[in-house]
Protein backbone atom coordinates (compact mmCIF):
# COMPACT_ATOMS: atom_id res chain seq x y z
CA UNK A 1 0.00 0.00 0.00
CA UNK A 2 1.44 3.42 -1.18
CA UNK A 3 0.19 5.79 1.58
CA UNK A 4 0.50 9.31 1.72
CA UNK A 5 1.08 12.10 3.82
CA UNK A 6 1.28 15.80 3.80
CA UNK A 7 4.55 17.68 4.48
CA UNK A 8 6.49 21.47 4.27
CA UNK A 9 9.14 20.45 2.18
CA UNK A 10 12.33 22.76 1.18
CA UNK A 11 13.53 22.19 -1.76
CA UNK A 12 16.01 24.83 -1.94
CA UNK A 13 16.63 27.32 0.83
CA UNK A 14 15.48 30.97 -0.33
CA UNK A 15 12.48 33.10 0.72
CA UNK A 16 9.24 31.68 2.70
CA UNK A 17 7.68 30.99 -0.58
CA UNK A 18 10.18 28.29 -1.32
CA UNK A 19 8.40 26.16 1.64
CA UNK A 20 5.63 23.68 -0.53
CA UNK A 21 2.96 21.76 0.97
CA UNK A 22 3.39 18.74 -0.37
CA UNK A 23 2.00 14.90 -0.44
CA UNK A 24 5.37 12.54 0.21
CA UNK A 25 5.15 8.68 1.00
CA UNK A 26 4.30 8.04 4.55
CA UNK A 27 7.72 7.20 6.08
CA UNK A 28 8.84 3.58 8.10
CA UNK A 29 10.25 4.32 11.52
CA UNK A 30 13.76 3.34 11.94
CA UNK A 31 14.77 0.98 14.73
CA UNK A 32 13.85 2.03 18.47
CA UNK A 33 11.95 5.52 16.33
CA UNK A 34 7.74 5.72 16.66
CA UNK A 35 6.05 7.41 14.16
CA UNK A 36 3.42 9.87 14.91
CA UNK A 37 0.48 11.48 13.23
CA UNK A 38 1.19 15.09 13.52
CA UNK A 39 -1.75 17.44 14.88
CA UNK A 40 0.76 20.68 15.33
CA UNK A 41 4.07 21.44 14.42
CA UNK A 42 6.34 24.49 14.23
CA UNK A 43 9.43 25.98 12.36
CA UNK A 44 12.16 26.71 14.93
CA UNK A 45 15.14 28.92 14.61
CA UNK A 46 17.41 26.04 13.08
CA UNK A 47 14.72 25.63 10.48
CA UNK A 48 14.88 29.26 9.80
CA UNK A 49 18.74 29.22 8.91
CA UNK A 50 18.49 25.74 6.91
CA UNK A 51 15.33 27.72 4.80
CA UNK A 52 18.39 30.97 4.50
CA UNK A 53 20.63 28.78 3.17
CA UNK A 54 22.95 29.51 6.51
CA UNK A 55 23.07 25.60 7.38
CA UNK A 56 26.14 24.75 5.52
CA UNK A 57 27.09 21.53 3.65
CA UNK A 58 25.36 18.89 6.28
CA UNK A 59 21.65 19.66 5.18
CA UNK A 60 20.61 17.71 1.98
CA UNK A 61 17.53 18.84 -0.46
CA UNK A 62 15.07 18.73 -0.79
CA UNK A 63 14.37 19.01 3.01
CA UNK A 64 11.15 18.11 5.13
CA UNK A 65 10.74 20.62 8.01
CA UNK A 66 8.90 21.00 11.41
CA UNK A 67 11.10 18.68 13.64
CA UNK A 68 8.81 20.15 16.82
CA UNK A 69 5.84 18.27 16.64
CA UNK A 70 2.94 17.13 18.99
CA UNK A 71 0.80 14.08 17.71
CA UNK A 72 -0.20 10.63 18.42
CA UNK A 73 1.53 7.48 17.74
CA UNK A 74 0.28 5.97 15.16
CA UNK A 75 3.31 3.52 14.16
CA UNK A 76 5.25 1.88 16.92
CA UNK A 77 7.42 -1.83 15.63
CA UNK A 78 8.59 -2.49 19.45
CA UNK A 79 4.97 -2.17 21.06
CA UNK A 80 6.15 -0.05 23.70
CA UNK A 81 3.80 2.38 22.82
CA UNK A 82 0.10 2.31 22.82
CA UNK A 83 -1.47 3.63 19.28
CA UNK A 84 -3.21 6.87 19.73
CA UNK A 85 -0.99 7.11 22.89
CA UNK A 86 0.03 11.62 23.22
CA UNK A 87 3.86 12.65 21.65
CA UNK A 88 5.71 15.72 21.93
CA UNK A 89 9.12 16.38 20.54
CA UNK A 90 11.82 18.99 19.72
Not at 31 to 48: C, D, H, M, T, Y
Not at 54 to 61: K, R, S, W
Amino acid sequence: MNQKMRAVVLDTPGPVTNLRLQEIPLPEPQPGWVRIQVKAFGLNRSELHTRLGFAGDAVTFPRVLGIEATGVVDLDPSGTFELGHAWSCS
